[in-house]
């Protein structure tokens, strides 16, 4: 059975950094993509960032770019999302996901596998 727990989230004033994690469990972690997603209240779930499973290829929604930074450790298997800069309308439920490809797609119906999410609250 699959399981992806996310850590990390947490309330931060704006400016601030949070880092989250999420360890994967119950398939061979480094053969395929992982992605983080968001979803703030009232909106749909919304594409953040994913990693391929080697970790070369990275993909970022504009409005994150040159603040966050996905990585994967695959000894771990564990991705990350650090997040700096962060800003008010970044507040959300972060999801992490597991593709089912090795590429990390930006479309949510590609991934097999979700975690429970983990709240980033931004103050002003």
């Known amino acids: 059975q699959v399981q992806l727990v996310e850590s990390g989230g947490g309330l931060v004033q704006a400016g601030g950094s949070l880092r989250l994690s999420c360890a994967a469990s119950g398939r061979p972690f480094s053969r395929y993509g992982m992605g983080w997603f968001r979803q703030a209240p009232g909106k749909e779930r919304e594409f953040v960032a994913a990693?391929?499973?080697?970790?070369?290829?990275?993909n970022y929604v504009e409005s994150v770019k040159g603040r966050f930074t996905i990585s994967r450790d695959n000894a771990k298997n564990t991705v990350y999302l650090q997040m700096n800069s962060l800003k008010p309308e970044d507040t959300a439920v972060y999801y992490c996901a597991m593709d089912r490809g090795s590429a990390g797609s930006t479309i949510p119906q590609n991934y097999d596998y979700w975690g429970q999410g983990t709240q980033v609250t931004v103050s002003s």
């Open positions: 990693i391929s499973l080697s970790g070369g290829i990275t």
